[in-house]
């Protein structure tokens, strides 16, 4: 059991989106810290935010890096929260002052996954027919599925994982592409129907982690809460956010990334690309896990130097002027 400098009968209040995930995520997070402080008191306060009212518009023509955070984040300057629980991936690399990511938890698999209509239970991605409509929120998925199979038809899909899937069983979509931890989370397993292999899909920056942030001034808060950190994966998400803060890409940009720890070794794989998939650059390093963060700004300049920064410019052209393109 963890120690900690408490008053008597401490109460925390912890932040959480309302979505189902959202509330899995924070009552995981609550069962680890209560389990390792039964003198303390963790109570759950919920919120919606931007992200969980807008549903009818693609995430990337809303414009705003900080969709599923920013009421948090107040919430959390005002003293009504002492921390919130995030999925990393939704988290700006860039925090408002006086806030900082306390922790990161241990990652589940961060891999993209295939969730198929039963007409298609005997396919895989690969051998989907000409004009399968895929839906996926992310432009990153966007782009590298466009770059790797142009015969499919990509269609937004927007809603919680509930409503997407019966969108999806309804026939509206013949197939889906979903983080794999957030349906492993909410006991959905058994819909993965292929796991995306990194030739194909490199994940979001942070995917299957969670990121907990707090106010950076209550060490006391800070302290409890590093009793639940996972050091290999706030290694390797420190490198994909470093990378990703120089790129100066939201949750919304295609960016995608792989890392791997290897002894003392980190190796991380970026890769950026146009929407429409007809412009890639992708390259690794590799250096000492002490360095992740900045082996995350080596391989952005070295995207960089290879056209990523033109292909993220057109994208952003393209966001302002509300293409089709996108979504």
Not at 46 to 69: E, P, R, W, Y
Not at 90 to 96: G, I, K, R
Request: aromatic share 4%; net charge negative; proline share 3%.
């Amino acid at each position: 059991m963890t120690s900690v400098v408490s008053s008597p009968a401490r109460t925390i209040r912890i932040g959480s989106r309302k979505s189902q995930l959202a509330l899995v995520q924070t009552y995981w997070v609550r069962e680890q810290l209560q389990n390792r402080f039964p003198d303390i008191t963790f109570e759950v306060h919920t919120m919606s935010t931007q992200g969980d009212k807008i549903l009818d518009v693609a995430l990337a023509k809303i414009g705003d890096k900080g969709l599923f955070t920013k009421e948090l984040e107040l919430g959390m300057l005002n003293q009504e929260i002492d921390f919130a629980v995030h999925s990393l991936k939704d988290l700006p690399t860039n925090l408002p002052n006086g806030l900082t990511l306390a922790v990161i938890t241990e990652r589940e698999n961060p891999a993209d996954a295939l969730v198929v209509h039963d007409k298609y239970k005997n396919k895989q991605i690969e051998t989907l027919p000409t004009g399968a409509v895929i839906g996926t929120s992310s432009l990153r998925r966007l782009a590298q599925l466009r770059h790797k199979f142009p015969h499919l038809t990509f269609k937004d899909v927007r809603g919680n994982l509930n409503t997407r899937m019966e969108k999806l069983d309804a026939g509206e979509y013949d197939a889906l592409i979903l983080a794999a931890a957030g349906l492993q989370r909410l006991s959905m397993s058994d819909r993965i129907h292929q796991v995306l292999p990194k030739d194909i899909s490199l994940h979001a920056v942070g995917q299957g982690a969670l990121g907990i942030e707090c106010r950076a001034d209550d060490q006391e808060i800070i302290t409890i809460l590093k009793a639940i950190e996972h050091k290999q994966t706030r290694d390797r998400c420190l490198a994909e956010r470093a990378f990703l803060r120089i790129l100066e890409g939201g949750c919304q940009v295609p960016i995608g990334v792989d890392t791997e720890i290897d002894g003392d070794n980190l190796t991380l794989t970026g890769i950026v690309a146009s929407v429409d998939g007809q412009k890639l650059v992708k390259d690794s390093v590799t250096g000492a896990v002490e360095d992740a963060e900045k082996l995350g700004a080596e391989l952005a300049d070295l995207l960089k130097k290879q056209g990523a920064q033109e292909i993220l410019e057109e994208i952003f052209t393209e966001i302002q002027r509300g293409s089709s393109s996108i979504g």
